[in-house]
């Protein structure tokens, strides 16, 4: 093959797979006149600005910056996820064909994706708090045999702590009025007050 060969070649595969070129369609998007690829293009870039806030965010070091940052990010998603309810009825209009119209609707679908992948500050807060802090409510928990038992071992363990703390505070008593009548010097102190079991 000579060289112009190999060129005419690439140029057809060029061609070819030029719609799944990302740059070369948001531009093609951005100068179009339908609204779908607009709001489309914008949206995408949103997510891209998004990214890069979050990148910066990690190489953060002042801590309140970086809850600012996330801040923003988390009114950035809102925004975008606002969008996609029009974004999908723009899907749906004005498309050429079904499989136009499926690949719209699974754009729509990846792009609420993305927008819901992008970190944001809170997911890593309920991640170290475990779920407990921003979960649902349980109203599912049964209590069954089990449960009744476990209470009651924690009643008795709770009770017996309970014990344990008044017999030491009885022993304490007990040593410190020892200590009261055993040395004469400590009974001008009146104003001592003992522990009461």
Same mark, same amino acid.
């Given at each position: 093959?000579?060289? #112009?060969? #190999?060129?005419?070649? +690439?140029?057809?595969?060029?061609?070819? $797979?030029?719609?799944?070129?990302?740059?070369?369609?948001?531009?093609?998007? *951005?100068?179009?006149?339908?609204?779908?690829?607009?709001?489309?293009?914008?949206?995408?870039?949103?997510?891209?600005?998004?990214? $890069? =806030?979050?990148?910066? #965010?990690?190489?953060?070091?002042?801590?309140?910056?970086?809850?600012?940052?996330?801040?923003?990010?988390?009114?950035?998603?809102?925004?975008?996820?606002?969008?996609?309810? =029009?974004?999908?009825?723009?899907?749906?209009?004005? +498309?050429?064909?079904?499989?136009?119209?499926?690949?719209?609707?699974?754009? +729509?679908?990846?792009?609420?994706?993305?927008?819901?992948?992008?970190?944001?500050?809170? /997911?890593? *807060? *309920?991640?170290?708090?475990?779920?407990?802090? *921003?979960?649902?409510?349980?109203?599912?928990?049964?209590?069954?045999?089990?449960? !009744?038992?476990?209470?009651?071992? $924690?009643?008795? !363990? =709770?009770?017996?702590?309970?014990?344990?703390?008044?017999?030491?505070?009885?022993? /304490?008593?007990?040593?410190?009025?020892?200590?009261?009548?055993? $040395?004469?010097?400590?009974?001008?102190?009146?104003?001592?007050?003992?522990?009461?079991?």
């Amino acid at each position: 093959m000579s060289l #112009i060969d #190999i060129l005419f070649r +690439v140029d057809q595969i060029c061609k070819k $797979y030029e719609k799944y070129d990302i740059d070369k369609q948001r531009q093609l998007n *951005a100068n179009s006149d339908d609204p779908f690829a607009r709001l489309d293009c914008s949206i995408e870039s949103g997510i891209d600005a998004a990214s $890069y =806030k979050t990148e910066a #965010i990690a190489m953060e070091r002042d801590r309140a910056k970086a809850v600012a940052m996330n801040a923003e990010i988390r009114r950035t998603k809102a925004r975008l996820m606002e969008e996609m309810p =029009k974004l999908q009825k723009l899907a749906c209009k004005k +498309v050429l064909s079904k499989e136009d119209m499926e690949t719209r609707n699974e754009i +729509v679908f990846a792009l609420a994706d993305r927008i819901k992948a992008i970190p944001d500050g809170a /997911t890593a *807060a *309920a991640a170290k708090t475990s779920g407990w802090g *921003a979960s649902e409510p349980r109203t599912k928990i049964k209590f069954d045999m089990e449960s !009744r038992q476990f209470r009651q071992g $924690y009643e008795m !363990r =709770k009770a017996k702590q309970v014990d344990k703390a008044t017999s030491n505070l009885k022993k /304490t008593n007990v040593r410190l009025k020892e200590n009261l009548h055993q $040395y004469p010097g400590l009974k001008q102190l009146r104003n001592i007050s003992l522990l009461e079991a």
